[in-house]
Every structure is written in C-alpha cells, then in structure tokens.
C-alpha cells in the first residue's frame, strides 16, 4: 500500500493548523487507498537545520535528521498543510524540506492551504517553486480554505464545506496517480 505522509507547516503554541491536520488525516484514511501518517513539526521539533554536510550526501550527524530522515523516506506521497505568513510559507516548513534532499525525489506533494482572503494560496505558489528544486511533483489540485478561521468550532473541530470537500476528493486521486506514476521512475534508477 502507498504510504502517505502528512505534514504541518506551522508549530507555533495554538495554531490553528492543528484542526485542519486532524480532519485531512483522518478524511485520507477514509477516503483514499493510502497508509496515511500525520508527522506534526511542532511534536518532531527540528531544529534549525544543524546538518554539516549537504543533505544529498545522506552523511546525516544528528539523530534528529536520520529520524526525519527515514520518515520521509518511507513516503510515497505528501500533503502539506500550509498557512501563510507575511504573504509565503511558515519558516518551520521549509526548514524541515531544506534538511533532506534525496529523500524527496520524485514523489508528489499537494498542498492543503489556509489563510484569510487568499486561503494560502500565495504560500503555495512560493512553495512550489521551492519543491521543484528537489525533483518532487507540486500538483495543480490543491484544497484552498479562505478564512478558515469561520470553519472551525469551539471545540478546535473543522467543518469543511462542499467546495472544500470536492476539491479535497479530487487532490487524493491525482496524489494517487502520480504517487503510481512517479513509482516507476523511482524503480528505473
Ligand atoms: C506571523 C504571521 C503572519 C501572517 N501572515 C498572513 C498572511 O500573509 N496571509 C494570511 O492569509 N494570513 C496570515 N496570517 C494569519 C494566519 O492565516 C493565521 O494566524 C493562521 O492561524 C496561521 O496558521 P497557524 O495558526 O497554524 O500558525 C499570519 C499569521 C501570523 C502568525
């Protein structure tokens, strides 16, 4: 089984991103074919990134990174769960990407993205110019949540609406086609 990893973007104490991972995790174990994971940055707590050798020679010195390290490595396929700060990405994201290289390569990543006016759709942009440079797939379907903020009830639960739902379905089937797809080039090296 293809093996989905779901990441967090932000780590901050009481963020909001914590009730949009909840539900998108839950809601691609029950709706897609993948084994899905939540890997929550602000539980795996990198630090900024501490690596003396450049990531693509795998020659990691510090066991947080060999553990990061073999996480990503086990996935087939990414979600990211993406605010928006000050119009781009969360430093805490790109800090967990810059700490890997090879471990990324040829897999897919979509983007659940979340803000005011714009549902982070800005961030997302800026992040996938980021991912291209690590040979990883950044899909066109993404799920977009403006002022999310109105989806979440007092008890820290999300409530998405048709919209967010539908185009949720459709960012699950096109992960599973190229995370099938971009196997093959992986097999091929
Ligand atoms: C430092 C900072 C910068 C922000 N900049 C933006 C922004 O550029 N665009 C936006 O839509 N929301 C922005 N916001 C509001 C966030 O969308 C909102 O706070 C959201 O909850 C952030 O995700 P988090 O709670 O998981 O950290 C910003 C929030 C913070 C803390």
Do not use: C
């Amino acid at each position: 089984m293809s093996k989905l990893k779901i990441i967090s973007s932000t780590t901050r104490e009481g963020r909001a991103g914590v009730a949009l991972e909840k539900w998108i995790t839950q809601y691609a174990k029950d709706n897609s074919n993948f084994e899905v994971e939540l890997l929550d940055l602000s539980i795996i707590k990198l630090p900024f990134m501490d690596e003396p050798k450049h990531p693509s020679l795998q020659d990691y010195q510090h066991e947080h990174t060999k553990r990061w390290s073999a996480k990503i490595n086990e996935g087939d396929a990414y979600i990211i769960v993406l605010a928006e700060y000050n119009f781009g990405f969360p430093a805490p994201i790109k800090n967990a990407i810059d700490y890997l290289f090879k471990e990324w390569m040829y897999k897919p990543v979509a983007f659940v993205s979340y803000g005011g006016v714009s549902g982070g759709l800005r961030s997302t942009q800026m992040l996938k110019q980021v991912v291209t440079t690590l040979n990883m797939m950044p899909l066109s379907a993404q799920v977009n949540i403006p002022f999310f903020g109105k989806l979440i009830d007092e008890n820290g639960e999300f409530h998405p609406n048709d919209i967010i739902l539908k185009s949720t379905d459709h960012t699950l089937s096109e992960l599973e086609k190229w995370s099938n797809g971009l196997k093959l080039i992986r097999n091929s090296k």
